[in-house]
C-alpha cells in the first residue's frame, strides 16, 4: 500500500499562485500514471485535473491548460501541481492519485487510479 499526503494548499486570492505536493509515490513511481483531481465543496464527484506518465509526458485538461503544470521529481518521488492565475472555480479539494493506467494521452478518470491522498484544500478568492 502506500500513503500519499498532499501539501501545499490554501487560500489565495484570484490571480496568485500555489504549488501542491504529493509525496509517497515511491513504490509505483514512475510505473504508472500519475495525477490530481480536483472534488469541488459538496460534491462527491473527483474531476480530473492533469496527469503524467512515466517518461514524463503530460495531458491536462482544457480549462486549466496555461494556467497549471504537473511535474515530477525523480530524486525525491514527488509529484507537484504548480497552479498560476488561479481563479476562484479553481477552489476545492485538489487529490494526487497513483498506479493509474500505464499510459495517459488523456486525463484518466477516479476509477483508472488505485491509491489516492488525503487531499489539500484550496481557496481561491475574487
Known amino acids: 500500500t502506500q500513503d500519499l499526503v498532499e501539501s501545499g494548499g490554501g487560500s489565495v486570492q484570484a490571480g496568485g499562485s500555489l504549488r501542491l505536493s504529493c509525496t509517497g509515490l515511491?513504490?509505483?513511481?514512475?510505473?504508472?500514471?500519475m495525477g490530481w483531481f480536483r472534488q469541488r465543496s459538496g460534491t462527491v464527484e473527483r474531476a480530473g485535473v492533469a496527469?503524467?506518465?512515466?517518461?514524463?509526458?503530460?495531458s491536462i485538461i482544457d480549462y486549466v491548460k496555461g494556467r497549471f503544470t504537473i511535474a515530477h521529481d525523480v530524486a525525491t518521488y514527488t509529484l507537484y501541481l504548480e497552479m498560476n492565475n488561479l481563479k476562484p472555480e479553481d477552489s476545492g479539494m485538489y487529490f494526487c492519485?497513483?498506479?493509474?493506467?500505464?499510459?495517459?494521452?488523456?486525463?484518466?478518470?477516479?476509477?483508472?487510479?488505485?491509491?489516492w491522498g488525503q487531499g489539500t484544500p484550496v481557496t481561491v478568492s475574487s
Open positions: 492519485a497513483s498506479d493509474g493506467p500505464q499510459t495517459c494521452p488523456y486525463v484518466p478518470g477516479p476509477y483508472e487510479y488505485v491509491h
Open positions: 515511491a513504490s509505483s513511481y514512475r510505473r504508472f500514471c
Open positions: 496527469a503524467i506518465e512515466r517518461n514524463g509526458t503530460t
